[in-house]
Nanobody, 124 residues
Framework: QVQLVESGGGLVQAGGSLRLSCAASGRTFSNYAMGWFRQAPGKEREFVGAITWSGGLTYYADSVKGRFTITRDNAKNTVYLQMNSLKPEDTALYYC?????????????????WGQGTQVTVSS
């Protein structure tokens, strides 16, 4: 099992930026892909993006493509979500998660371990 702790959320104005971090412990970090998901009040959890175990490939939801960037530092057991040009509709609780899957990384039920989430609020 992997323990995940997200940080970096907060309140930002539209057009601003935030960088979320997800620190992992408990298993060899470089063995698995990492995903970011978000859930807004009254809405279902949705895929934001994912990065393969090596960091060589990244995937993004259309709604964030070109604005968000996922990176990982396997030496620090940390994955990052850089969010630029934030919009009010990006407001949500953001979660990181791990998966052993090698494809279809946009599917949430393929993920095994989840963090507690960090809140991102974008004001208009």
């Amino acid at each position: 099992q992997v323990q995940l702790v997200e940080s970096g959320g907060g309140l930002v104005q539209a057009g601003g930026s935030l960088r979320l971090s997800c620190a992992a412990s408990g298993r060899t970090f470089s063995n698995y892909a990492m995903g970011w998901f978000r859930q807004a009040p009254g809405k279902e959890r949705e895929f934001v993006g994912a990065i393969t175990w090596s960091g060589g490939l990244t995937y993004y939801a259309d709604s964030v493509k070109g604005r968000f960037t996922i990176t990982r530092d396997n030496a620090k057991n940390t994955v990052y979500l850089q969010m630029n040009s934030l919009k009010p509709e990006d407001t949500a609780l953001y979660y990181c998660a791990t998966t052993d899957a090698r494809s279809r990384l946009f599917i949430s039920h393929l993920y095994n371990d989840w963090g507690q989430g960090t809140q991102v609020t974008v004001s208009s």
